[in-house]
């Protein structure tokens, strides 16, 4: 089976650490697999915007496209705006294939980014029975999205966290200061903040913020270009690409 090209939808940003993050993923997406032709486009604020980066691989003789969401939660952009732009596409390129790939989360290898960004902020291994988690994730008004991300803090409770509280950025509540608050109050003696968010930018900047208002005393950075995630990134290329019932090597 021959590669189609991955190209690798991000939301965008006015801060160029987004951005810059972003390439970074990809980069590093590319060193995992020579050969694999990895592009990136943004749905705002950053270029090349999707129509364009696409209308760029037919003009370049590309026939197929897998179109990943870097995203975490099949929220509005996954469910609304990313195919809308690629079905616009389908009809002005209908020489161009383009399927869009499944969202990142939830995931093992997710699960993975966190515990490395939280080791390198310095929670070690005899730290985490007596720490409280606080998982901080951008915040939607999807029900699903939040329905989600509870379900992760969950799960993380039983990796052996005394206690884990989601958060949100925007659009949801708790915010990040009143989750390391609410800790606080049930007695725990310290607390971890884990953005559970991809790039740099204005959110994982109020997460942040929030973390250090309410005194946390460790702030995970954001997720970013780590090995686990690029990895993850391949694997939603190669479930997408796959026919249900084929295998890769078919």
């Given at each position: 089976?021959?590669?189609?090209?991955?190209?690798?939808?991000?939301?965008?940003?006015?801060?160029?650490?987004?951005?810059?993050?972003?390439?970074?993923?990809?980069?590093?997406?590319?060193?995992?697999?020579?050969?694999?032709?990895?592009?990136?486009?943004?749905?705002?604020?950053?270029?090349?915007?999707?129509?364009?980066?696409?209308?760029?691989?037919?003009?370049?003789?590309?026939?197929?496209?897998?179109?990943?969401?870097?995203?975490?939660?099949?929220?509005?952009?996954?469910?609304?705006?990313?195919?809308?732009?690629?079905?616009?596409?389908?009809?002005?390129?209908?020489?161009?294939?383009?399927?869009?790939?499944?969202?990142?989360?939830?995931?093992?290898?997710?699960?993975?980014?966190?515990?490395?960004?939280?080791?390198?902020?310095?929670?070690?291994?005899?730290?985490?029975p007596r720490t409280g988690?606080?998982?901080?994730?951008?915040?939607?008004?999807?029900?699903?999205a939040i329905a989600v991300?509870?379900?992760?803090?969950?799960?993380?409770?039983?990796?052996?966290?005394?206690?884990?509280?989601?958060?949100?950025?925007?659009?949801?509540?708790?915010?990040?200061?009143?989750?390391?608050?609410?800790?606080?109050?049930?007695?725990?003696?310290?607390?971890?903040?884990?953005?559970?968010?991809?790039?740099?930018?204005?959110?994982?900047?109020?997460?942040?913020?929030?973390?250090?208002?309410?005194?946390?005393?460790?702030?995970?950075?954001?997720?970013?270009?780590?090995?686990?995630?690029?990895?993850?990134?391949?694997?939603?290329?190669?479930?997408?690409?796959?026919?249900?019932?084929?295998?890769?090597?078919?």
């Amino acid at each position: 089976m021959t590669h189609p090209t991955l190209l690798v939808i991000a939301h965008g940003s006015r801060d160029p650490r987004h951005a810059a993050t972003v390439h970074a993923l990809t980069e590093r997406v590319r060193a995992e697999r020579p050969g694999l032709r990895v592009e990136t486009a943004f749905l705002e604020f950053n270029a090349p915007s999707v129509p364009r980066a696409l209308e760029r691989l037919a003009a370049q003789g590309a026939d197929e496209v897998v179109a990943l969401p870097l995203l975490l939660t099949r929220a509005f952009h996954a469910k609304t705006d990313i195919p809308s732009v690629l079905r616009e596409a389908r009809t002005r390129l209908p020489g161009l294939r383009v399927r869009q790939a499944d969202v990142l989360g939830p995931s093992p290898l997710l699960d993975a980014t966190l515990e490395r960004r939280l080791r390198e902020a310095g929670v070690r291994p005899g730290d985490v029975p007596r720490t409280g988690l606080v998982l901080a994730a951008a915040g939607s008004s999807d029900p699903e999205a939040i329905a989600v991300i509870a379900e992760i803090a969950r799960e993380l409770r039983h990796t052996g966290w005394c206690a884990v509280r989601p958060a949100f950025a925007s659009a949801s509540l708790p915010r990040t200061e009143d989750a390391v608050r609410a800790l606080r109050a049930e007695g725990v003696d310290r607390v971890a903040v884990a953005p559970y968010v991809i790039a740099p930018g204005r959110l994982p900047d109020r997460i942040a913020a929030g973390a250090e208002a309410a005194g946390a005393d460790v702030v995970a950075d954001v997720l970013g270009p780590a090995p686990e995630l690029a990895r993850l990134l391949l694997d939603r290329f190669d479930e997408a690409r796959v026919p249900v019932g084929a295998s890769l090597s078919a």
